[in-house]
C-alpha cells in the first residue's frame, strides 16, 4: 500500500468516523494525518508534540514503543490534533481502518470523558498521574480497550467464538516471569477485550467464573480468577452505558487497583504452576505482541 493509498484511506475513515461516533466535538479539519517509517516514528512524534501538544511528557518507554513497531499514535491538541501512522507494514485496508478508528477514539474520548477534558490534564500534572500506579494503570487499560472495542464494532468482523479466543486469553494472563519486568498491561487488556467481543456476551459474562481460563483451585488461582472477573466486570459494566467513553477517577481507580492485585497473584500462580520461582526463571517464554496504542 502506497503512501497515497494510505491517505486515501485514512480520509475515508475520518469521514467514516465522523458518520457514527455522535457529537464528536471537533471538525474533520481538526485532524492531521502524518505517516512515518519505524525509524522516524519518535522523530515525526516528537514533531508533532511540539506543534500540537507542547505540554506532553514523553517518557522513556513511549520512545521505545514507538521505535520498536507501534503502528498507529495519537498527538491530542487542544484544538487541532494528529493521527500518527507507521508505514513499515503492507497494511491491508481493513487492517489500516482499524488502527486509523483507534486512534480517532483516543482522540474522541480524551475530548469527552470528564466534562470535555482529557483524564490525562486532570490527573497526570507534573510526573504523569502524580506516581498513582492504580491511575497510570487503569486509564492505560481502559483507553485501549474502548478504543479496540468500538474500532473493533464499527471496522472489525465483531463475531468470536470462546473456543476461538480460549488459548490468547491464556496466553494474555501468562505472566512472563524470565523477562522481568515486561509490561502485560496491553495483553491483559486484550485478554477482556476477547472476552467482551464474544457473540452471546451476556451469557459469557453471567457464567465467566465457570470458563476453564485460569485452571486450578489453589488459592492463588482462585484469587487470580476472581480479579479477572472483577476487572471484566468493570468493563462490561462501563460499555453498558449510554456513553461509555465518559468516565470517572473512580472507576479508573477501582480498576487500576484491581489490574495491580491481579498482577501480582497472578505472578505467584504461574510460580507455582511451573513448580516454583526458580522452575519459573528457567522455564519463562516470552510471547512478544505488536498492537497500536
Not at 27 to 52: Q, S, V
Not at 118 to 133: A, L
Request: glycine share 6%.
Amino acid at each position: 500500500m502506497t503512501i497515497a493509498d494510505m491517505r486515501e484511506c485514512a480520509d475515508r475513515t475520518l469521514k467514516f468516523f465522523f458518520q457514527t461516533m455522535p457529537d464528536i466535538p471537533f471538525d474533520e479539519n481538526d485532524i492531521i494525518f502524518d505517516f512515518a517509517p519505524p525509524t522516524r516514528m519518535f522523530a515525526r512524534y516528537k514533531l508533532l508534540c511540539e506543534k500540537y501538544r507542547p505540554r506532553e511528557i514523553i517518557l522513556k518507554e513511549h520512545e521505545e514503543q514507538l521505535a520498536n513497531g507501534t503502528s498507529g499514535q495519537a498527538v491530542i491538541g487542544e484544538s487541532k490534533s494528529a493521527v500518527l501512522i507507521c508505514t513499515k507494514q503492507q497494511f491491508l485496508k481493513a487492517n489500516l481502518r482499524y488502527i486509523i478508528f483507534h486512534e480517532l477514539m483516543h482522540i474522541y474520548c480524551a475530548k469527552t470523558e470528564i466534562a470535555g477534558k482529557h483524564f490525562v490534564d486532570i490527573y497526570g500534572s507534573g510526573e504523569p498521574y502524580n506516581n498513582d500506579e492504580a491511575l497510570r494503570d487503569g486509564y492505560y487499560i481502559w483507553s485501549e480497550f474502548i478504543a479496540d472495542y468500538y474500532a473493533d464494532k464499527y471496522t472489525g468482523s465483531g463475531q468470536f467464538s470462546f473456543e476461538s479466543v480460549r488459548d490468547d486469553i491464556r496466553q494474555c494472563l501468562y505472566k512472563d516471569i524470565a523477562a522481568g519486568g515486561k509490561d502485560n498491561r496491553r495483553d491483559f487488556e486484550w485478554a477482556c477485550l476477547s472476552l467482551l467481543t464474544l457473540f452471546d456476551t451476556e451469557a459469557v459474562i453471567n457464567r465467566i467464573t465457570e470458563l476453564d481460563i485460569i485452571s486450578g483451585n489453589s488459592t492463588y488461582a482462585k484469587n487470580a480468577r476472581r480479579l479477572f472477573d472483577e476487572c471484566v466486570q468493570l468493563l462490561y459494566n462501563q460499555i453498558q452505558a449510554e456513553k461509555p467513553w465518559i468516565i470517572t477517577g473512580d472507576f479508573i481507580g477501582e480498576l487500576g487497583e484491581n489490574y495491580l492485585s491481579f498482577e501480582s497473584v497472578n505472578t505467584l500462580y504461574w510460580c507455582e504452576r511451573m513448580g516454583g520461582i526458580e522452575a519459573a526463571m528457567r522455564g519463562g517464554g516470552n510471547r512478544a505482541q505488536t498492537r497500536n496504542t
